[in-house]
């Protein structure tokens, strides 16, 4: 099984061939095609994580939407006080 973890968002992902992932706030249109950093690599029994033969590993990704999730509600509450605070926010 081949796979690589990517740094992608701010985040670490694993990802495959083939495989559909959701990122945040990757920069692009729809269509486009990404590079994304590899920071391990794993084929097979070979485990990849040395920088020099990594910066020549190529992870590329295309962007298929852009998408948005839910909206998130946001109650603060505390008893007896009187204290009720609300946010709406919509997901980063």
Known sequence: MV???VRAGGRQEKVSVGDLVTLDRV???AGSTI????L????????????KTLANVKVT???IEDLR????????Y?????YKKRQASAPS
């Open 78 to 82: 505390k008893n007896k006080t009187g």
């Open 3 to 5: 796979y690589a973890i």
């Open 35 to 38: 590079q994304l950093p590899a």
């Open 40 to 51: 391990l690599l794993v084929d097979g029994d070979k485990v990849t994580s040395d920088a």
């Open 27 to 29: 920069a692009g249109e």
């Open 69 to 76: 999730g839910p909206k998130i509600s946001i109650m603060k």
């Open 61 to 63: 990704a295309e962007i």
